[in-house]
């Protein structure tokens, strides 16, 4: 459904003939492939997104203008089969926003088909799980404000148009609200991958660099920010911890320590280093790390962990990123490096030794804080402001884009400002 029809059908319209108490007709929805949400191959650091992000602007002005749309009543969870007046309210709202087919478009009180299959799209849209059922995360979702996503599109505008420079012909964008990674090349997206990010307390950097090297079957140091918030606590708890989880311990002469040899109620601790030996089912950095140069100490790696990235929220981490399918995205990064193929790749990853691989050409790497945006094919995409970043200070300006808008909290090199927007680091600024 195109958006004006959208607002055209604003008003819903009383036609509920045909609809009993179950509703079937699941292959008309299937026979609509403009309503499903296919994963786009147009990067989101684009021309194209920041053309298409402009006109969702526009459309969501008119729909803003024109009173919003309505909020669906909390209560009982909606699924398929159920009935009721929050499912008449929950149609109005899915065909606001073009989630909703025209067939749909009623005052039926049933939740069938057609309205589970405009539930999962607008949780596409959205970042959330596709299960059609609209649960606390999706009510928070649907009862947003129109006015409120205009913002976020306007404030996204203005990043978008940072990134509207040279940014490489083969290039990374980890996208911190989305929990998302993407490899692009030639202007196109080679890989997407889904993405562990920092907690709300922890969180990733917006910054502008490059990926240098891979290590496979990395060591795993504890960062000191750690030892007194998280590994001392766990000694405390559990005094096998350290063992459990193959870390060993080291003084400043290199010479390992037992645990025993330390007293965990003091912060005697934090004069050590603590290693914790390769192993993919042990280390918390699994069996690849991505080295970045950055002044924060983070990087991108694989995690034992892998059921994280079926989780609607991925804030997880300690500011570094993890990265799903991470075989697939170190070969993209390796693919010009000789005698590095998937093959090799997966040899040394089999091999359980430390092994270091470093890239032909370094490959510069953006992560962002992209809370909404829009695709060539007319879809728009909302995630949640999770580090509180889209407030009243940041609304674009007369003047344009600024840099502390562009890569707050700061860059992790040095950068170069354009008249449209941030150029990607030269050679010499690694």
Not at 128 to 133: H, K, N, P, R
Not at 145 to 168: M, T, W
Not at 215 to 237: A, E, Q, R
Not at 247 to 258: A, C, G, L, Y
């Amino acid at each position: 459904m195109c958006f004006a029809s959208v607002l055209a059908a604003s008003g819903v319209p009383a036609s509920a003939a045909g609809y009993g108490d179950q509703a079937e007709w699941a292959q008309v929805y299937d026979a609509a492939p403009r309503l499903s949400v296919a994963r786009s191959n147009t990067p989101v650091l684009s021309q194209s997104t920041l053309d298409a992000t402009a006109q969702a602007i526009e459309t969501y002005r008119k729909i803003v203008a024109n009173g919003g749309w309505n909020t669906v009543p909390g209560g009982a969870t909606l699924r398929l089969g159920g009935n009721g007046s929050a499912v008449v309210a929950l149609r109005k709202r899915l065909a606001a926003s073009g989630d909703l087919i025209d067939a749909a478009v009623n005052a039926s009180p049933v939740f069938d088909s057609f309205v589970e299959a405009g539930v999962k799209r607008f949780q596409a849209r959205h970042g959330l799980l596709e299960t059609g059922i609209v649960n606390k995360e999706t009510l928070s979702a649907l009862n947003a404000p129109a006015d409120f996503r205009l913002h976020q599109l306007e404030i996204n505008l203005v990043r978008l148009r940072s990134y509207s420079g040279n940014l490489g012909e083969r290039f990374v964008m980890a996208n911190i609200p989305a929990m998302a990674v993407e490899t692009v090349e030639n202007g196109v997206v080679a890989t997407h991958h889904a993405a562990g990010v920092g907690k709300i307390d922890r969180q990733s950097p917006v910054m502008m660099t490059k990926a240098t090297d891979i290590n496979f079957n990395p060591y795993w140091t504890v960062p000191p920010s750690l030892i007194k918030k998280d590994l001392i606590p766990k000694m405390l708890k559990n005094p096998n911890y350290l063992t459990e989880h193959k870390i060993r311990i080291f003084d400043k002469d290199n010479q390992e320590v037992q645990p025993s040899q330390i007293d965990w109620n003091t912060n005697q601790a934090t004069n050590y280093r603590y290693r914790q030996d390769p192993g993919g089912d042990i280390n918390s950095l699994g069996v690849v790390r991505i080295n970045i140069s950055n002044p924060y100490g983070v990087y991108m790696h694989d995690t034992p962990e892998k059921g994280v990235f079926g989780d609607d929220f991925r804030f997880v981490s300690s500011g570094c990123i993890r990265v799903q399918n991470v075989r697939d995205y170190v070969a993209w990064l390796l693919k010009d490096t000789p005698g590095w193929g998937r093959p090799q790749i997966d040899e040394a990853i089999r091999s359980g030794q430390r092994i270091d691989a470093r890239l032909a050409a370094p490959v510069p790497v953006y992560w962002v804080y992209i809370t909404a945006w829009a695709s060539p094919d007319g879809v728009i995409q909302f995630r949640d402001d999770i580090y509180q970043r889209d407030g009243a200070a940041q609304t674009a300006s007369a003047a344009g884009p600024t840099l502390q808008e562009a890569i707050a909290p700061g860059a992790a090199r040095p950068v170069n400002v354009s008249a449209r927007g941030l150029a990607p680091m030269s050679d010499d600024e690694q």
